[in-house]
């Protein structure tokens, strides 16, 4: 029963450290995900990436303006 045991605690342990070496996630993509979900506030997150883009886009387009001087 020991050696069972001891099996099963060493492959949970090394299953908790693969998922600690997983590439970290940039805010962009945890709040892209939260948007997702069906969690109470997503469709707010959603609502701020959306004006997010919308301004990043406009930016762009000044930018693509400014430089053509």
Known sequence: MRP????????LSGACQTERNAPAR???ERDSVIGASRLPGAQG???ALRTQDSAA?????YDSVAGDR
């Open 57 to 61: 886009a406009r930016n762009a387009q």
């Open 45 to 47: 997150v959603r609502g």
């Open 4 to 11: 069972v045991l001891a099996f099963t605690l060493l492959l």
């Open 26 to 28: 940039s805010e962009r």
